[in-house]
Nanobody, 119 residues
């Protein structure tokens, strides 16, 4: 299972970005899709995830970020609005999936995409 993330970049305070992450390979099922982020000098934190259609967000992004997915395309999105300097980080997508060759769910990671919010 491979994940390809895209959509990061440089944006001014108050701006918007949309991240995408497409999963490919021998996928039997996907149980969870989500996004983490890691800012310089900080631990990686869960930003949002989507589990069977139910979404969860870290408090700091509630009302500003929206996670969604296209199950047919095995793609997860993160729409980020009203961006703040503290949103600056490398964003990593992940899926908890069962591969066609496996029996158990494993976590797979994307390569990370940089989001920089300038003030």
């Amino acid at each position: 299972v491979q994940l390809q993330a895209s959509g990061g970049g440089l944006v001014q305070v108050g701006g918007s970005l949309r991240l995408s992450c497409a999963a490919s390979g021998s996928i039997f099922s996907i149980n969870v899709m989500g996004w983490y982020r890691q800012a310089p000098g900080k631990q990686r934190e869960l930003v949002a995830d989507i589990i069977s259609g139910s979404t969860n967000y870290v408090d700091s992004v509630k009302g500003r970020f929206t996670i969604s997915k296209d199950s047919a395309e095995n793609t997860v999105y993160l729409q980020m609005n009203s961006l703040k300097p503290e949103d600056t980080a490398v964003y990593y997508c992940y899926v908890d999936a069962v591969s066609s060759a496996g029996y158990y769910s494993s976590r797979y990671w994307g390569q990370g995409t940089q989001v920089t919010v300038s003030s």
